[in-house]
């Protein structure tokens, strides 16, 4: 069955960085695109970004634009979420998840699959 574990969360101070990974295994990696869910706690799931196929697009949520970067690696089965100048409002719980569509259908959060979650806590 479909398996994406993530890692790479933890706690960290504003301003600092963090990089999760999301590990992908039954499924061919390649015919899915790739991306980051996260949810804040009181709040909805909301869209962080999303990567193509091959990895040659990439969507981001206007909140995060400009500090994360989303990349792949196909060889691995492996999509990777850098982040960088972290806020107190990225505090949320990140879900890795992949889907058949692109953007904007990937937004929608329908058909994919989902990562268990990696908690990452920004403190003042």
């Known amino acids: 069955q479909v398996q994406l574990v993530e890692s790479g969360g933890g706690l960290v101070q504003a301003g600092e960085s963090l990089r999760l990974s999301c590990a992908a295994s039954g499924l061919t990696f390649t015919n899915y695109v790739m991306g980051w869910f996260r949810q804040a706690p009181g709040k909805e799931r909301e869209f962080v970004s999303v990567?193509?196929?091959?990895?040659?697009?990439?969507h981001y949520a206007d909140s995060v634009k400009g500090r994360f970067t989303i990349s792949r690696d196909n060889a691995k089965n492996t999509v990777y979420l850098q982040m960088i100048g972290l806020k107190l409002e990225d505090t949320a719980v990140y879900y890795c998840?992949?889907?058949?569509?692109?953007?904007?259908?990937?937004?929608?959060?329908?058909?994919?699959?989902w990562g268990q979650g990696t908690q990452v806590t920004v403190s003042s």
């Open positions: 998840a992949a889907g058949r569509d692109y953007y904007p259908n990937f937004v929608t959060g329908k058909n994919n699959y």
């Open positions: 990567i193509s196929w091959s990895g040659g697009s990439t």
